[in-house]
């Protein structure tokens, strides 16, 4: 057989095994006969460049050339759907839309998936491009990156022209896996949207991204076919992935089966009266999702309907989102600013008019890099909706009205605004190469006494920035030999403030060494990698040190939940000459130094129990000094109650966990009876058993 055909050959046969195994689950081909296919192919396109096509598989493991990502002119509109925040006002949408259209109508639900919207375009049935949403008619062309996508066909089942709105996301089990290399990444949807704008698509094929489909927009009309299920089968046909998760509401559950039969799709035949109980229903199901979703999409089947209904200028009148709360805001941008970390890293920070959002004013929300800022297009004086998810800081969650200022998207400075080092790029965030600079100095000393570490929380922000403008406080082990006296007479600062300083800085010197060793802000080492260490045998700033000096990799991998990555992270910080100093220096102010190994008399009472923990503590504040009494027990601790959760330990408030839990018979425990169950029940700490660290460490990694 000549190369040519060989070639050809190979590239289909691969194209089919990649198809059956990310977008329809089912593996044609071992593992080892497809890595050997991959190979010979690679050779035979090294050899002969002519052969290789673009669509061939090998594009997946994406190239290490940079490109950025030029703006292109979307063929079809790139709308976004209206919201709705209750199921009773999908129902109301509903019935409204029931009685506008002239014919009979039936509506599919969908998951409203939380990930990055992305539109594919394909000529003669094969890849050409994939844009950004954008701002909805220019979007960017991140091609390269979303070829790397297994589950993105790069060739159909049929030579057709077509554009293909999906969703890019990333599963929470992978993100997971991830998160620990890149710890600052708030949820799946971020990593998946840094992932996609990689400057190298190497970087994108590394991250193990996959679509769901759910429009199809065929360049020929007659071709269209003519509801949204069979839109979504011939999709599937075609080799798209497609969402399983769906359900069909008509007016009978015989009249929905019928239906769903027609077009060959599997789905919860439902009747009208069936949308706000199925509503609710996925609402506490979806915890247990293998990725996230923000809401549900209620959307007319039949298209010559939908055509009728129409459009208003940003979204079809045949569609509602129905939004999981988050709370939500709608303000303007009034500038940007850019904050320096401890660690150098940049973070663009809206400054917001000041609006309400789930109880308090919020006049600030992270934009997390320029990456963040170019997804969402952002620029001064745009309108945007803030969100906060989960407790966490606000954030930008979408551009809802550009500025009539002419401001284009916000592009962070190249120098550092406080000491205008020439900035560098790591991976998705830019650094301030300057290990003085100011602002790194004063976050480093902040970190040290915040209340999750030394628990100096007296000496905040505000105090540090002062003390270090007057030259008293200008690394860490100053803050144990300043003359705190000289603050009096200070605007705002008196007696009783600097004894409140003096007296912080005495009982820091009870902590722990744990607490010491996590609040030294070296790499990889927070409060629960600083147990780890002290657990695993490094109970003393000596025997690290002396494992540094070593370079003895080995003394910390030997230490189960440490690889060979952090270790040498955590070497290098440690002969960091600054580090050495300020280590000596605080051992002289008189710090905990070493810490007698815990007893591990602790009765394993948890021992293969999965708890999830949800709501406010008396007793447990933070909350993760709850996760911590568990773990010690011998249970495993998640973030979200799943199928697997065995137990739901339950504070004040904490609404969808619970909801899960019941959904899910997760037994849930409160706050009393998980006290009993650690034998603390009784008057004050009385029955508390004694493991030395009397609740000062803080487990946030
Ligand atoms: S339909 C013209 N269906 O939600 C209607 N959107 O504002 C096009 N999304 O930009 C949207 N899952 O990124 C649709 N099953 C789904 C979806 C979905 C997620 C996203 C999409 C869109 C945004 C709506």
């Not at 491009?129 to 979303?146: C, F, H, K, Q, W």
């Not at 009148?317 to 850019?338: C, D, H, M, N």
């Not at 009393?672 to 803080?698: H, I, N, T, V, Y």
Request: proline share 4%.
């Amino acid at each position: 057989m000549d190369l040519k055909r060989r070639a050809a050959r190979l590239t289909d046969e691969l194209l089919a095994a990649q198809k059956a195994y990310y977008v329809d689950g089912r593996p044609i081909m071992s593992d080892l006969e497809y890595d050997a296919r991959f190979d010979e192919l690679v050779r035979i396109e090294r050899a002969h460049p002519e052969l290789r096509s673009d669509t061939s598989p090998t594009n997946r493991v994406g190239s290490d050339l940079t490109g950025d990502f030029p703006e292109v002119s979307h063929t079809i509109p790139v709308l976004s759907l209206d919201k709705a925040y209750s199921a009773q006002e999908v129902v109301s949408w509903m019935d409204k839309t029931m009685k506008s259209a002239s014919s009979r109508l039936s509506f599919v639900e969908e998951e409203k998936i939380d990930g990055i919207s992305i539109v594919l375009y394909y000529e003669d049935g094969l890849f050409v491009r994939a844009l950004t949403r954008g701002n909805g008619y220019v979007g960017n062309d991140v091609s390269e990156n979303i070829k790397t996508i297994r589950a993105v066909p790069l060739r159909l089942a049929s030579p057709v022209t077509l554009a293909v709105r999906g969703e890019v996301y990333l599963a929470k089990k992978d993100f997971e896996r991830l998160k620990e290399a890149d710890p600052e990444v708030a949820n799946p949807r971020n990593m998946a949207a840094g992932a996609v704008r990689r400057q190298k698509s190497s970087e994108t094929a590394a991250i193990p991204l996959t679509i769901f489909v759910y429009e199809g927009f065929w360049s020929d009309e007659g071709e269209t076919p003519a509801n949204h299920l069979a839109i979504l089968a011939e999709l599937r046909r075609l080799g798209f992935r497609i969402n399983p998760h769906l359900a069909l509401f008509s007016s009978s559950r015989e009249e929905s089966e019928k239906l769903l039969a027609e077009a060959g799709i599997e789905a919860r035949a439902l009747e009208f009266g069936d949308l706000a109980s199925y509503l609710e229903e996925i609402t506490l199901r979806r915890s247990s999702l293998e990725y996230e979703i923000d809401g549900m999409v209620t959307k007319v089947n039949e298209l010559d309907v939908r055509e009728a209904l129409g459009y208003t200028e940003h979204h079809p009148r045949w569609a509602i989102a129905y939004k999981f709360e988050s709370p939500q805001a709608v303000t303007k941008v009034l500038g940007v600013t850019v904050q320096v970390g401890r660690t150098g890293r940049i973070t663009p920070v809206a400054e917001l008019e000041p609006v309400a959002l789930g109880g308090s004013t919020v006049r600030r929300a992270t934009l997390h890099n320029q990456e963040y800022i170019d997804e969402l297009e952002l620029a001064i004086g745009d309108s945007v909706s803030v969100v906060k998810r989960g407790d966490v800081i606000p954030a930008v969650e979408e551009v809802l009205e550009k500025n009539g200022e002419g401001n284009t998207t916000f592009v962070i400075p190249s120098t550092c605004p406080t000491c205008s080092s020439v900035l560098e790029k790591r991976g998705a965030h830019l650094f301030c190469p300057n290990r003085q600079c100011p602002d790194q100095v004063k976050g480093r000393i902040a970190f040290f006494t915040a209340r999750d570490q030394m628990d100096m929380d007296s000496i905040g922000p505000k105090a540090i920035a002062k003390l270090y403008d007057m030259g008293l406080v200008k690394d860490i082990p100053d803050l144990y030999t300043c003359d705190y006296d000289r603050l009096i007479g200070e605007k705002g600062y008196g007696e009783k403030m600097v004894r409140a300083f003096k007296d912080a800085v005495e009982d820091s010197k009870n902590r722990p060494f744990a607490t010491v060793l996590a609040s030294l802000g070296l790499p990889e080492v927070g409060g629960k990698g600083a147990e780890i260490l002290v657990k695993g045998g490094f109970d003393s700033m000596d025997k690290l040190l002396k494992a540094s000096d070593d370079n003895d990799v080995e003394a910390f991998t030997r230490i189960p939940q440490i690889g060979p990555q952090t270790a040498n992270l955590i070497i290098a910080a440690l002969q960091d000459e600054d580090m050495r100093g300020r280590i000596r220096r605080l051992e002289e102010a008189g710090l905990q130094f070493s810490q007698k190994q815990e007893s591990s008399s602790l009765k394993q009472i948890f021992q293969g129990q999965v708890w999830a923990v949800t709501g406010s503590f008396e007793h447990f504040n933070p909350r993760t000094l709850a996760l911590k009494e568990l773990e010690k027990r011998g249970a495993r601790t998640v973030s979200s109650v799943t199928g697997k959760t065995t137990h739901l330990l339950a504070g004040k408030g904490g609404g969808s966990k619970r909801q899960s839990a019941q959904a899910l018979g997760v037994e849930i425990v409160d706050e009393a009876r998980f006290l009993s169950m650690l034998g603390w029940s009784g008057d004050g700490d009385g029955g508390k058993e004694d493991d030395g660290d009397s609740g000062q460490l803080s487990f946030g990694f």
